[in-house]
């Protein structure tokens, strides 16, 4: 069945960087659109990120824009979105979901110092 | 940035129908969005009800429908179930520089 476990969320310092990894499977993961959605705590969803099956098209939101970049490695099955310039306002839960169907655990990133 | 609004909160009764409606700023609420609907528990991880406006997963129950509305997207629930009580997400997309917004949530009490 289709499985996606996100990793790589722990305590970072405002400014630092981190680098979320999200292994997929039970799907053919080159053939799919993957997103990134997050939660802050206690709020609502916030669409973050989408990246085309080959990689080559990425749009993000514009509360990230030009601090997280989204890639994908199809020959191993993971997706990616490194964040930079972290603020503490990217505190959240951060979803990896396939075509908008199926939706990863999470991971949790706390941005603080 | 468009804004999706929704209602921030709904009652209904074990067995009865409510609609959840999703609007956008930027005018009326069409398949060319290709609304989404979310369904989220506390303490999960969201799930897929709806995709392009009224298509179901295989999983989706039969209860849950939707459709456009008045200009806007709509999720229909027939027969509520205490197990339906959960906050719901609308998900519209945009143009090609923002493609995706989701509305603000609506918290679904059975009662």
């Known amino acids: 069945q289709v499985q996606l476990v996100e990793s790589g969320g722990g305590v970072v310092q405002p400014g630092r960087s981190l680098r979320l990894s999200c292994a997929a499977s039970?799907?053919?993961?080159?053939?799919?659109?993957m997103h990134w959605v997050r939660q802050a705590p206690g709020k609502g969803l916030e669409w973050v990120s989408v990246i085309s099956d080959d990689g080559g098209n990425k749009y993000y939101g514009d509360s990230v824009k030009g601090r997280f970049t989204v890639s994908r490695d199809n020959s191993k099955n993971i997706l990616y979105l490194q964040m930079n310039g972290l603020r503490p306002e990217d505190t959240a839960i951060y979803y990896c979901v396939w075509g908008l169907g199926h939706w990863g655990q999470g991971t949790l990133v706390t941005v603080s110092s | 940035q468009a804004v999706v609004t929704q209602e921030p909160s709904l009652t209904v009764s074990p067995g009865g129908t409510v609609t959840l409606t999703c609007g956008s700023s930027?005018?009326?609420?069409?398949?060319?969005?290709?609304p989404y609907w979310f369904q989220q528990k506390p303490g999960q991880a969201p799930r897929t009800l709806i995709y392009d406006t009224s298509k179901k997963y295989s999983r989706t129950p039969a209860r849950f429908s939707g459709s456009l509305l008045g200009g806007k997207a709509a999720l229909t629930l027939s027969g509520a179930q205490p197990e339906d009580e959960a906050d719901y997400y609308c998900?519209?997309?945009?143009?090609?520089?923002?493609?995706?917004?989701f509305g603000g949530g609506t918290k679904l009490t059975v009662l």
């Open positions: 930027t005018g009326a609420v069409t398949s060319d969005h290709y």
């Open positions: 998900l519209l997309s945009y143009d090609d520089t923002r493609p995706w917004v």
């Open positions: 039970g799907f053919i993961f080159s053939s799919y659109v």
